[in-house]
């Protein structure tokens, strides 16, 4: 019965990785990117002021050189995304609190990850190569996760782009 039990733990936090790597690729393909090349939608800071400053700066994004939630720029607006995340998943903690943790576990590596690959681009092309490539590369219509290219290699969204240095 014990080893059922630690099996069952064990279940519930692999697939709360793959659940939050799954959300990770759908927000970004078809909310940040999709909704977000609306000017006029709450989602445009990720195409419009995240993607033009990595354009600009090669992959640098200074909005992240200090966690300033006064200022409404693009690293407040992820963390008011990503605290929205947490609270909507507090209700489930009570039934698959090893799944939930999982989710948040991938939640605080989304931002460490992040943060850290556009305040230092050469870790970025090391370390997440998938990112970089995203917003350095040709096609801006792949490499949707951040953390762990999973979902990437699963939907065949991983593209590897050899021209990016």
Sequence with gaps: ???????????????GLLYANAGEWGMHKYILHG?????????AYHWY???????????????????NL???????KELVVLAGIVIMHVPMGWFYPIFVSAVYVSL???????????LDPVWARTHLRWHYEH???????????????????????????????
Excluded at 1 to 15: A, G
Aim: contains cysteine; proline residues 2%.
């Design 35 to 43: 909704l977000g090349k609306n000017r006029h939608s709450f989602w």
């Design 1 to 15: 019965m014990k080893t059922l039990y630690m099996l069952i733990l064990i279940v519930q936090f692999v697939l």
């Design 135 to 165: 917003h350095l590369g040709s096609n801006y219509s792949a490499n949707w996760c951040v953390t762990w290219p999973w979902c990437d290699y699963l939907l065949g969204t991983r593209v590897k782009n050899t021209t990016v240095e």
């Design 70 to 76: 006064s200022t409404w720029n693009t690293q407040s």
């Design 108 to 118: 605080a590596l989304y931002y460490y990850k992040h943060r850290k690959a556009h």
């Design 49 to 67: 002021e995240h993607h033009a400053v990595c354009a600009k700066h090669a992959m640098l994004d200074p909005g992240y050189q200090t966690i």
